[in-house]
């Protein structure tokens, strides 16, 4: 199968192809290879032709797409960003840019998509209140966070709230802008497949960590800031009071999803995109990251300073049982293995453009 992989040259989408390659497809990268995420050219992929140009341009899409069964889609502008004046750009890289590859596969009749979806657009995870059932909190006031009070409480009756696993059912509640155009990614890939009669599916991938990660930007994973804080010797420094709830999956296994996806899309009904989950399946604190990370790497413990984003939310960890009875994947790499081998490995430099 010859599968393009936009964005290929990133964190995620280099694995994809590795991962493609070793199961004896034909890979093809398109990437912009943009400066701010490319700081040195990354070493092109013996098995993978190399196409240098931007998504968002249908002529060099058009021509990325000739030959092609399926599409593996990595390419976006990932993270919280800087402030709200990142909001073009991540419209643009994200929604834009797919908009334009979808076009084209309609146009070419390329009709298998496996998109990078993101557990970010579920908001706030699966909560339970012990007198009212399964509730969904709305966002967090900054007087509450201002004043330590990360936890959200049920909004009926004020009672703490246990925090559960998230399934794919879960309605969309997006809280920042990356968030927003995950979400427009995934209803403009939906629409492409009811109007051409594609298959699709979108992995919501979770806290996604582990060699290549980009380093020293603001767009970067809370893993990546970890590890980059170790590099410098200074300790971690956590938000809130650490005891934040994440899915943290390794990307090996991502690349492994991104290709049994791929492989299972031929059989798949014609017209629809199905969600799923993409998680470790084994929730951990961010504290508990951080801790074990610092260990591994033989630096400072972290510091917990009780600071906060307004973007993040405070609970969201992945049910992935659905991606497992469908597809037979499963998560692989655990968490100790996986952090002791990325606090050993390299980050990249630069703002890293793919999921």
């Not at 496996?114 to 209140?129: N, P």
């Not at 969309?172 to 497949?193: F, G, M």
């Not at 961010?286 to 405070?314: C, H, K």
Request: aromatic share 6%; charged share 20%; net charge negative.
């Amino acid at each position: 199968m010859r599968v393009l992989v936009t964005g290929g040259a990133g964190f995620i989408g280099s694995q994809a192809v590795a991962a493609l390659a070793a199961r004896g497809h034909d890979p093809v990268v398109l990437d912009a290879l943009l400066p701010s995420a490319h700081p040195e050219p990354p070493p092109p992929h013996p098995d993978a032709e190399l196409i240098h140009g931007d998504v968002r341009d249908p002529a060099t899409v058009l021509r990325a797409l000739r030959g092609v069964d399926a599409v593996c889609h990595q390419a976006a502008m990932v993270g919280l960003g800087r402030d709200f004046a990142d909001a073009p750009a991540y419209v643009g890289c994200n929604d834009l840019g797919t908009a334009v590859l979808l076009a084209a596969m309609a146009e070419t009749g390329v009709a298998e998509l496996v998109l990078a979806g993101s557990m970010v657009i579920y908001g706030e995870g699966r909560y339970d209140c012990a007198r009212c059932g399964p509730v969904r909190p709305g966002p967090r006031a900054a007087a509450d966070l201002d004043a330590g009070r990360f936890e959200p409480r049920c909004q009926v009756c004020g009672a703490e709230l246990t925090p559960g696993l998230v399934t794919e059912d879960a309605p969309a509640d997006p809280r920042n802008v990356y968030a927003a155009t995950k979400l427009s990614q995934e209803h403009l890939a939906a629409a492409w497949a009811r109007a051409t009669g594609g298959r699709a599916v979108a992995l919501r991938y979770h806290n996604v960590y582990g060699p290549g990660m980009p380093r020293d930007t603001p767009y970067a994973g809370v893993a990546s800031f970890f590890r980059s804080a170790l590099a410098r010797g200074e300790a971690p420094r956590v938000f809130e009071d650490g005891r934040q709830r994440r899915d943290f999956v390794h990307v090996r296994d991502v690349a492994e999803a991104n290709a049994t996806a791929l492989e299972a899309l031929h059989g798949r009904e014609p017209g629809v995109l199905t969600p799923y989950n993409a998680g470790s399946g084994a929730p951990h604190t961010v504290g508990e990251m951080a801790s074990a990370l610092a260990r591994a790497y033989g630096g400072p413990a972290p510091e917990v300073t009780g600071e906060y984003r307004l973007g993040d939310v405070r609970h969201i960890t992945a049910d992935s049982s659905r991606l497992a009875a469908d597809l037979g994947w499963k998560a692989r790499v655990g968490f100790a293995e996986g952090m002791a081998e990325f606090a050993a490995s390299a980050l990249r430099r630069g703002t890293e453009t793919s999921e």
